[in-house]
DNA sequence: TCTCCGATTAGAC
DNA sequence: CTAACGGTCTAATCGGAGA
């Protein structure tokens, strides 16, 4: 059997090239997105990185640096970048029918016995950018740990002009070039084992590689196992063409200032329900289980602190967003305690399981009629915009609703906002 | 003592 | 001027409860 292709495809920079894609002025200033709440930086211009930005930093930590270098920050804008997300992976599907979306800027693909593998890969990488105006990177190797560090050279070596094959290397070839990348650029290599596995003289990829695998396997787990396998050449994480279904549904946020009053809080949980069973029910599933949570502010340790959260069985497993709004709001009643600055909150959706069709007919099955009535709203809110119909009139978004004061216009889902050209 | 289960940890992006 | 540090998800492992 012929060694395996696996490409990784990255799209650089991917949040700030999206912004960019509408705002061509931006091209050579130094960028960055913000998350959430306009929280920390979640990406990055080569200029900004350039500047010291870190990824993740908090925002008001950079505030000084960006007034003084004219950094640019932008609030998140989710649905953009989930359109141009799914242009660039309607590409590089036609490429190969085995692949796998991993992450919104991410796709592996298989493109093992593709003859031409070097012109492919290339063209991939031209033709997204043509079509869409986003760069992207990539990586190529017989794992997928070894295609991440493909794309990893792909990216800082200008040399490669953005793509890197690991399997048109010799043994000697990968030796040294594995030898020269820190452990912790390594798929699976975090903070903490980066610190660990130091402490075991294994500091490169190399080192990993050439550890000895019982004691890695007893000092560091099944996973660290697997990748060093998977550096050696060994496919041990296999290519997932179908997102499989969630285990677990959460939906939960930072407020945009501190919340004082159970009402607001309960305005919130059932936006946060709203949008939870949604996606319960794109799935086809049920709820059998669901956990509320209150967090106040961690970073403010000087003020009382208090993060009660409680987990509740349904007694019908359900994706029946009134009943579970109605469990979610007695259960914030319990935890709710006053004199509390909350900060966030959020409620979980667990123990998932597929609907399937209650049978009270041979010929005609039942549907309650709750159900028609979660698959008119599902169906409104699709045709007309999310929030068309929704829970609670109280209008107490403000009240909690996130800070997002750079925020780009809905380019890609709503006319009115498109530039005139 | 073993097994099950919820909580915790570490990772990714 | 407020207030000023994300959100979702999985797998493995840990540790206590109950059989």
Known sequence: MPVKQIALVDCNNFYVSCERLFRPDLAKVPVVVLSNNDGCVVSRSNEAKALGIKMGQPWFECKALAEEHGIVAMSSNYALYADLSNRVMNILGEYSPLR?????????LDLTGMPKLRDVTYSMRDRVVKWTNIPVCVGVGPTKTLAKLANHVAKKHPRSKGVFNFN??????????????????????????????AAHAIQTAQDLRQAHAPTLRSEFGVVMEKTQRE???????????????????????????????????????????????????????????????FLTNRFRPEQPQYNPSMTVPLPQPTNDCLVINRWVHHVAELLWRDGYKYKKAGIMLGDISPVTMVQGDWLEPVMASDTKLMMAIDG???RFGRGTIKLSGGDLREKWGMRQERKSPDYTSDWAQVPAV
Not at 100 to 108: A, T
Not at 169 to 188: H, M, P, R
Not at 262 to 268: G, S, T
């Open 100 to 108: 796998e979306v991993y992450s919104i800027d991410e796709c592996f």
């Open 168 to 197: 048109d290397l010799n043994e000697a070839q990968q030796t040294k070039l594995l030898s020269q990348i820190t452990v912790d650029e390594v798929w699976g290599v975090g903070r903490k084992l980066t610190k660990r596995l």
């Open 231 to 293: 550096l050696l050449g060994i496919s041990c994480i296999d290519l997932q063409e179908h997102a499989p279904d969630k285990q677990q549904i959460i939906s939960s946020r930072s407020f945009g200032k501190p919340v004082t009053e159970l009402v607001v809080i309960q305005d919130a949980l059932s936006v946060f329900v709203t949008t939870a069973t949604e996606k319960l029910r794109a799935q086809n599933g049920h709820a059998a289980l669901v956990q509320v949570n």
């Open 380 to 382: 409104l809110n699709s």
